[in-house]
Each structure stands twice: as C-alpha cells, then as structure tokens.
T-cell receptor, first 108, second 111 residues
Framework: DTGVSQDPRHKITKRGQNVTFRCDPISEHNRLYWYRQTLGQGPEFLTYFQNEAQLEKSRLLSDRFSAERPKGSFSTLEIQRTEQGDSAMYLC??????FGPGTRLTVL | GIQVEQSPPDLILQEGANSTLRCNFSDSVNNLQWFHQNPWGQLINLFYIPSGTKQNGRLSATTVATERYSLLYISSSQTTDSGVYFCAVEGLETSGSRLTFGEGTQLTVNP
C-alpha cells in the first residue's frame, strides 16, 4: 500500500456514457498527477496539480476530459461521452514517487 | 520531448538467476526512477537514482548520467520478482511536472 487510493478500481461503461474517477493522495503532498496506461505500454502523463491549481495538461487530454482538485486534497478525473479508445488504466500519483492502484476503465 | 528506451522488452528466467535491465534516455535528466508493476497493476517505486549507484537487498541500480543510461540489476531472482519493470525520467525542461516512462521490460521468473 503506497498510501494513495483510487476509486473505483474497475469501471465498465457503455460508449457515450460519462464516468468519474477519484484519487485520494498522501495528505501532505502538494502535487498530484494523472497518468493513463494502455495494454503493453508505459504510463503516459495526462495532467498535474500543485495544490488546487492545474498547472499542465497533456495533448492527450481532449476536451472530453476534465480534472479537478478542489481545496487541494482529493482529485477527480471525468471523461464525458466515453469512446472505446478511452479503455485504459487510469493512474494517480502523489508526488512523483507514489502511485495509486489505478482505475481500470472498459468502454463497451 | 525526452525519449526513453528499455531493453530487453521481455525476459524469462529460472528462479535463482541474475539479470540486467537497461534504460537509455535521449537528454539530460533531473530525475530517474525505476518502478516495478505487479500483475494487478500496482506501480511501486524501487529506486530514485538520477546518478550513481544504489542497492536495496537483491536489487541494485546504476545511472551514468553523462552517458544517458541506467541499469537495474536483479540477483538471485524469485518468482515474486515477476512483473513489468519501468524506467521513468524527468527531463530538465519538465522538471517537477512529469515523468516520461519507457515501455518496460516484462520479466517472468519461473520456479
């Protein structure tokens, strides 16, 4: 257990539905990162927060994706109008050292 | 952006064997880490090693920053070492903002 939790661990949804994932980082860490990992690949950076401010977004983060970190604590990642290509493991990291267990998304 | 290449892509060992995994990167880095991803997807940091050599039990790592490569050594491998090993770097231009991962080495240790 790295101290970073993610919920849900698995999500199956139909194409076109919206989904939201949650990440609870280690409490004293200011920086929180979201990554996406597809089968057979390394994790790819999506976005990161310094406290509540979203400081950088990858080009991978289309306008269907939105992330928030209200009050600089937990973070949510929402995907609107899901597509089959969104199927992946979504990983949250607290600082650059501690990763959560991930949320595995399957879009049917 | 910075490129990270890992080799070999796949490695199969008998329990007790030693192995060396390599990571090459294309530019100067502020940070280099080795991770192990277990079959359930959990990433665990093994080493933070932007330069020099570190050892932790049966694992050790060496980074030669001037030559832009890092090596991860696993000695007396055990079945629990199976999984994917990732090298991840933080380039100077993205310092503090992200890690760039390689594609990993899939290690299988057979009993």
């Amino acid at each position: 257990d790295t101290g970073v939790s993610q919920d849900p661990r698995h999500k199956i949804t139909k194409r076109g539905q919206n989904v939201t994932f949650r990440c609870d980082p280690i409490s004293e860490h200011n920086r929180l990162y979201w990554y996406r990992q597809t089968l057979g690949q390394g994790p790819e950076f999506l976005t990161y927060f310094q406290n509540e401010a979203q400081l950088e977004k990858s080009r991978l983060l289309s306008d269907r994706f939105s992330a928030e970190r209200p009050k600089g604590s937990f973070s949510t990642l929402e995907i609107q109008r899901t597509e089959q290509g969104d199927s992946a493991m979504y990983l949250c990291a607290s600082s650059l050292l501690f990763f959560g267990p991930g949320t595995r998304l399957t879009v049917l | 952006g910075i490129q990270v290449e890992q080799s070999p892509p796949d490695l199969i060992l008998q329990e007790g064997a030693n192995s060396t995994l390599r990571c090459n990167f294309s530019d100067s880095v502020n940070n280099l880490q080795w991770f192990h991803q277990n079959p359930w997807g959990q990433l665990i940091n093994l080493f933070y090693i932007p330069s020099g050599t570190k050892q932790n039990g049966r694992l050790s790592a060496t980074t030669v920053a001037t030559e832009r490569y890092s090596l991860l050594y696993i000695s007396s491998s055990q079945t629990t070492d199976s999984g994917v090993y990732f090298c991840a770097v933080e380039g100077l231009e993205t310092s503090g903002s992200r890690l760039t991962f390689g594609e990993g080495t899939q290690l299988t240790v057979n009993p």
